[in-house]
């Protein structure tokens, strides 16, 4: 599988936005993980072109997805963004329509971008 472009990681500041991009056009299901420190890679958000939509519960209710008009950018917009959230975020997706956030089911990564909110 082709590896992921992904962007827009960065520094911000408590209750900021920040929104990542995820250049991933050749896939219908794209997701969002983050490591954060002292924690397990978890799930934040994986959504289809249908509009198959699963939420990690850390983040339901303050990030959102949304795709570009020809399909080939995934955005992951993050609003109130609180310091338990600095970590890095990982790009993730897989042929076919999401089904979960369980991370065996991703087969095309990218590289992580930082993400730091300051208190």
């Known amino acids: 599988q082709v590896q992921l472009v992904e962007s827009g990681g960065g520094s911000v500041q408590a209750g900021g936005s920040l929104r990542l991009s995820c250049a991933a056009s050749?896939?219908?299901?794209v997701a969002w993980f983050r490591q954060i420190e002292g924690k397990e890679r978890e799930g934040v958000l994986a959504?289809?072109?249908?509009?198959?939509?699963y939420y990690g519960d850390s983040v339901k209710g303050r990030f959102f997805a949304s795709l570009d008009n020809n399909k080939e950018i995934h955005y992951l917009q993050m609003n109130s963004l609180k310091p338990e959230d600095t970590g890095t975020y990982y790009c993730?997706?897989?042929?076919?329509?999401?089904?979960?956030?369980?991370?065996?089911?991703?087969?095309?990564w990218g590289q992580g971008t930082q993400v730091t909110v300051s208190s």
């Open positions: 959504n289809d072109w249908n509009w198959n939509t």
């Open positions: 993730a997706a897989h042929d076919g329509l999401c089904r979960s956030l369980q991370e065996s089911v991703y087969t095309s």
């Open positions: 050749r896939y219908t299901c």
